[in-house]
C-alpha cells in the first residue's frame, strides 16, 4: 500500500504541471467509468463553438515507457473493450449508457500500473492535409473558449498559434506554409511534447502573425494539431 502511495502522489506531482489538471484529472491504478464520462460529457454539453475541435482522453502512465503499446481496458458486468492508445496517449472515448450504468472500470493494461486520465481538446485534421490559417486560428479560439468554460488555468492568455505533432516514424519536411503573396517556407521540426505533459514527438509550431493569409500544408498526416495559448 505505502508503494502504491508514493507512486499515485508521484503522478499527481507531475499533474501538477500540467495546464488541464485542474479540468478534470483523474488518477489512481483504476478509475471509474462514471467518473470519466462526467469529465468527457462536458464537451458533448458544451453550447459555445466547437466545429473545428474535439475531445480525447490522453492517459499518463507512471513507469510505462511510451514506446510501449498501450491501451485502456473498459469492463463492467455488460461491457468489455480495449481502447488502443496513440503515440500521444490519447483515445476516443466512448459515450456508453451500458457502461455507465454497470460502473464499469477503466485500467491500463500494465497490471497496478498508475495512471492519469486527462481531457484533451485538439484541432479536426484535415484529410486533404491543408489548413487555411484563418480556420487555425478560429480553432484555436474554439478552443481556448472550451478551456475557459471548464475554468483550465488560462486566465491572461491568448491564441498564439498551433503545433503539428507527428508520428515518430514521420520524417524529412513534415509541413511547409504557402502564403497569399506567393512566398513560400519550410516550418522547422521539432522534438517537444504534443501537450504540456507526455511523449516527446516530432513537432511543427505555426504561429499567427497579425491578419496574414497563408495556408498550411502538410506531407503527412499529424497524429494531433494542439492550441498553443501564451
Known amino acids: 500500500m505505502m508503494h502504491k502511495t508514493r507512486h499515485l502522489l508521484a503522478l499527481l506531482v507531475l499533474l501538477q504541471a500540467t495546464s488541464l489538471a485542474a479540468a478534470g484529472a483523474l488518477v489512481g491504478d483504476w478509475v471509474s467509468y462514471r467518473d470519466a ?3 468527457m460529457v462536458v464537451f458533448e454539453k458544451y453550447g459555445g463553438a466547437k466545429n473545428l475541435i474535439q475531445s480525447e482522453l490522453q492517459v499518463l502512465a507512471k ?3 511510451f514506446d510501449m503499446p498501450q491501451q485502456l481496458t473498459l469492463n463492467g458486468k455488460n461491457t468489455h473493450l480495449s481502447l488502443p492508445l496513440d503515440a500521444t496517449g490519447r483515445t476516443v472515448f466512448p459515450l456508453l449508457k451500458a457502461a455507465y450504468d454497470d460502473n464499469a472500470v477503466l485500467a491500463l493494461g500494465q497490471k497496478d500500473a498508475q495512471f492519469a486520465l486527462l481531457p484533451r481538446v485538439t484541432i479536426q485534421v484535415r484529410p ?3 489548413y487555411e490559417s484563418s480556420e487555425l ?3 484555436c479560439e474554439q478552443a481556448l473558449g472550451f478551456a475557459r468554460y ?6 491572461g492568455r491568448q491564441c498564439v498559434g498551433v503545433r503539428f505533432v ?3 516514424k514521420a520524417s524529412g519536411m513534415l509541413a511547409r506554409v504557402r502564403r497569399a503573396d506567393g512566398g513560400n517556407g519550410t516550418l522547422p521540426v521539432t522534438e517537444s511534447q504534443a501537450f504540456d505533459s507526455g511523449n516527446v514527438l516530432p513537432t511543427v509550431t505555426y504561429r499567427f502573425n497579425g491578419s496574414e493569409r497563408a495556408q498550411v500544408l502538410t506531407s503527412t498526416a499529424p497524429l494531433a494539431i494542439a492550441p498553443v495559448f501564451e
Open 37 to 39: 464520462y462526467r469529465v
Open 63 to 65: 513507469d510505462v515507457p
Open 128 to 130: 486533404d492535409s491543408t
Open 137 to 139: 486560428r478560429a480553432a
Open 150 to 155: 471548464v475554468k483550465a488555468p488560462v486566465t
Open 166 to 168: 507527428f508520428d515518430r
